[in-house]
């Protein structure tokens, strides 16, 4: 899947984490800089040369545009940490490397929300004085403006929409009677009060412990209404950070300078040591690489790695391999194994498949060693609760399958000479190398896998993406990702495998419409607590479930070869984001 939905990353994180905490620096004072780490995945644990010198001019680069520069219709996890350069959000993710930067503190927000006993009323202060690259000063009302145009769905769709089923009380098909600011009278959502200038609360519909996450997404950047240009927004939005567009060219190319209304000390988070920031989009992955190597570009916005052939050059070149990072991404590649389709409605049908798997060739297929480890289970190394030793069902030696154990599960399920069925996936690219991999392996088990190949465009809303697309075409298996839009149990599971999240007329991200009372109540469970450590028990509780139901052969907790210039300083990892930090990015000018 593209980077969301949304393909947030990390390191492992195996202790229950805060849902949020009360401060957090962008970085050690500029008199105290931290020890300058150097070398191979030093980004992944610390700060690659520090400094907190400004100015220069940070050269980016990419291989697409972002999906919507509009804070409200992004959803590309690049683009996420690209919104924290020109736009602010009531809470927002630390910056910091590791589990540190998987928190939520207060950005726009003075404080994290604080809650009412069952935690459906949140109420935050914003901080003093803060302006948009206009001078007007940011208010309450200019976030609950933004708020109201996630909305609006048929002028502003695309991105997250979760406070929409949260603020009002959707019918059945997840539609909500308001509708946003646009149109006649611009009504206002009533269940956003903004009792004075600096003062936002927030009424929910049900209890939702995770409400400082919601307010971390972009959406909740301020938006001034009377500059609001709707469906156009993305072209030029309006700063609420430390830099503001200076030109846009879409699939070309950005740059930004310097917002001068921006003031350093109202903001804990963003170091913005750059005097200004530029963005080539190229098209062909080879030449970002090219550039990158060259020196001609900094970091590649992207994230998802190096391909093949500068791989190959940089593992074999030392001072080359000195400047990269290969970094866990906290996106989970794996199969399901629907079983709306004979004959795996029956679970030994499916367990076969589970134990038949070379999980190994699958690793290889996504690009080897560097693609990242080879998992068990269902739940992202990001996420409290994590555990990298539980693996119910054994992959054999070496993860290249337990023959034995796929044959006697064949019996089991009565096809003793195995079954065919079809698997979904992406015609491109490595989608094509996994499906080979798998179809080499269950074939050692007479199991018949069939290309059920999709389109790009198409996989995610319908060719998966619709119950009845799975049953119409049998598609047993499909090839899926995911990465939690934000880093807690709530948003790892709830997309994936909660009964009530599945969207029957299409973009359904729980695959084999899987809907067990026993899961679906553990996630309310979650909805509803804050203790950390119940949190991380209920997080591994449901982990055990969905892999009891063996709808689910997870068999990659993926990770990217990526490059950073050397010129580079405060170069890290990014907790939630898995990938550059671009908030404190500085060059050596």
């Not at 499909?478 to 807690?488: K, S, V």
């Not at 892999?547 to 050397?566: G, S, W």
Request: overall charge negative; glycine content about 8%.
């Amino acid at each position: 899947m593209i980077r969301h939905l949304s393909k947030m990353k990390l390191l492992a994180v195996a202790a229950a984490l805060p849902l949020a905490v009360t401060a957090c620096g962008g970085g050690s004072s500029p008199n105290t800089p931290p020890p300058k780490l150097t070398g191979y995945n030093a980004a992944t644990t610390g700060i690659v040369n520090a400094s907190n010198k400004p100015g220069g001019t940070l050269n980016l680069i990419s291989s697409g545009d972002c999906d919507s520069w509009d804070p409200a219709r992004t959803y590309y996890a690049f683009c996420w940490d690209m919104q924290r350069l020109f736009e602010r959000t009531l809470m927002a993710y630390a910056a910091a490397p590791g589990a540190a930067g998987t928190q939520v503190v207060p950005d726009l927000a003075s404080a994290p929300g604080t809650a009412n006993a069952d935690a459906t009323v949140w109420t935050y202060h914003l901080r003093s004085g803060i302006k948009f690259q206009t001078g007007a000063v940011i208010t309450s009302q200019d976030i609950k403006y933004a708020i109201e145009r996630i909305f609006a769905t048929t002028v502003i769709s695309g991105g997250p929409t979760y406070v929409i089923c949260l603020l009002t009380t959707c019918n059945a098909s997840g539609a909500s009677p308001y509708l946003g600011p646009y149109g006649a009278g611009h009504p206002s959502l009533s269940s956003i009060v903004t009792p004075d200038a600096n003062t936002i609360v927030f009424h929910l519909v049900k209890p939702y412990s995770d409400w400082n996450y919601i307010m971390a997404l972009p959406g909740s950047a301020p938006v001034p209404a009377a500059l609001d240009t709707g469906a156009k927004y993305a072209l030029k939005p309006v700063a609420s950070g430390p830099y503001e567009f200076v030109s846009y060219s879409p699939g070309k190319s950005a740059s930004w300078i310097r917002n001068p209304y921006w003031v350093r000390s109202t903001d804990p988070i963003r170091k913005a040591l750059p005097d200004a920031i530029s963005l080539l989009i190229d098209s062909n992955p080879a030449d970002v690489d090219s550039h990158l190597l060259a020196g001609t570009a900094d970091v590649d916005i992207g994230g998802t790695g190096v391909q093949s052939a500068a791989q190959a050059k940089i593992v074999t070149t030392p001072a080359l391999k000195a400047n990269a990072d290969d970094p866990t991404d906290n996106f989970v590649r794996y199969f399901t194994i629907d079983p709306t389709v004979p004959p795996l409605n029956n679970k030994a049908c499916r367990l076969a498949i589970m134990y038949a798997l070379n999980k190994s060739d699958l690793q290889l297929a996504r690009g080897g060693d560097y693609a990242g480890k080879i998992t068990g289970s269902m739940l992202a190394p990001n996420i409290a609760g994590f555990d990298s030793t539980f693996d119910p069902y054994p992959n054999g030696a070496g993860n290249t399958g337990d023959l034995a154990m796929a044959k006697q599960e064949l019996t089991a399920c009565g096809h003793p000479h195995g079954f065919s069925t079809h698997m979904a996936y992406i015609n491109e690219g490595k989608s094509v190398k996994v499906f080979n991999a798998a179809q080499q392996a269950l074939a050692r088990v007479g199991i018949t896998l069939l290309p059920g190949a999709g389109q790009a465009s198409s996989y995610y809303s319908t060719w998966v993406g619709t119950p009845a697309s799975i049953v119409q075409h049998n598609l047993g298996m499909t090839q899926y990702g995911w990465g939690a839009d934000f880093p807690t149990g709530v948003g790892w599971w709830y997309s994936i495998v909660d009964g009530q999240a599945i969207a029957v007329s299409g973009g359904n991200s729980n695959i084999p419409s899987l809907n067990d009372p026993i899961v679906n109540n553990d996630i309310n469970a979650l909805e509803k607590t804050t203790d950390p450590a119940t949190r991380a028990s209920l997080d591994h509780q449901i982990d055990v479930e969905v892999m009891n139901q063996a709808d689910f052969a997870p068999f990659l907790d993926e990770a990217d070869l990526t490059y950073r210039n050397p010129r580079v300083t405060d170069i890290y990892i990014q907790g939630s984001f898995g990938i550059y930090d671009f908030v404190s990015l500085g060059v050596v000018s």
